[in-house]
Each structure stands twice: as structure tokens, then as C-alpha cells.
């Protein structure tokens, strides 16, 4: 038997989409696969790893932990949707290129949208703050004190910006990191 397929609009990086999908789609499926919005990855699929993680209306969330028919009525926010209203690299995204925050990659979606994230409720974290920021997410290479240190850039950065960090904008230009 057929599965039964719902009708869903998705708010994703200030662009409306819509699709059909099974009930028991995950979040991340869908912005993967029915959108094509593969910046944000998928490791442990048990919520655990935060490889996944994209904002909910501002809010880190595992999109793995996520059905896509429960993600309607709320501005998604993934990787892709990070960068300047320009299109450049956004602050955390250019503080990972400057401090050499990323090794595999694979992990550091998950790592970008938490720290715009965490920034955004502290924009002035100190060295223990910055760790406590990224202590939900994995990186299996054992990098962590350049991404560490990539916080305390990304907040260097950010302060420079003439308006909030670029999440909240709705940007819809689709640079992965
Ligand atoms: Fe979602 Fe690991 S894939 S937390
Ligand atoms: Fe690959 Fe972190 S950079 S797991």
C-alpha cells in the first residue's frame, strides 16, 4: 500500500516551498532531498552528533529529530542561508575559512548555524562560553580548538556588521560553507 502523502509549505532561507511528503519524513530528508538544500548534513540520525542542526525561527534544532509536516508556520534556517544579504561568506562562516575551523567539513553546517545561534544570545562569549556554544555538536577529527577559536572570530566579525548576524534576514542566496 501506498503511503499516504501530505502537503506541506516549507519557509527555508525566506523562500516558500512546496511538497508532498509521507508523515514520517524527517526534516533533514526534506530539505535534502525534496529541496535539494544538501548544505545540511546528516551523521548520527539520532540526534546526538548535531551535524543536522538548523534554526527554527532563530533556535538550534536537530532537523534529524524533525518531521517535515511538524516544520510548517516557522522560518527555517540552514546552512545555506548564512551568508551576508550580499552573498559573501557570513561572519561565522568566513571566521571557519580564516581560523581553519573545519577538517572533513562534513560536521561544520551543524557547527555554523549553532554559532550563529549561540552568538546571537551571546555576542561576546569568552573561551569557556565559546566551548560551552559548541559542546552539542561532534567533529570526529578531534578539531575543536580551531573551531574554538573560529567562535571568538565569528564574534569579532559579527561586531563589525552594521546589523544583526545574517540568519534572521530571510537571505536566500544558497553559498554552502
Ligand atoms: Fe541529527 Fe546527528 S544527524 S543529530
Ligand atoms: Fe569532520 Fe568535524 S570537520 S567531523
Known sequence: MSEELHDVRLRVN??????RV??????????RHDLGLTGTHV?????????CTILVDGAPMR?????????VDVELTTVEGLTNPDGSLGPVQQAFAECHGLQCGFCTPGFLTTITAGLRENPCPNREQA?????GNLCRCT??????KAVERAAE???DLPAELPAD???ASRVQA
Open 22 to 31: 509521507p508523515a514520517r519524513r524527517l526534516l533533514s530528508d526534506a530539505l
Open 157 to 159: 566579525l559579527a561586531a
Open 169 to 171: 534576514s530571510g537571505a
Open 63 to 71: 532537523s534529524c529529530l524533525l518531521l517535515a509536516v511538524s516544520a
Open 14 to 19: 525566506g523562500v516558500s516551498h512546496d511538497v
Open 131 to 135: 566551548k560551552e556554544m559548541i559542546a
Open 43 to 51: 551523521g548520527c540520525e539520532h540526534g546526538v552528533c548535531g551535524a
Open 143 to 148: 578539531g575543536y580548538q580551531n573551531i574554538v
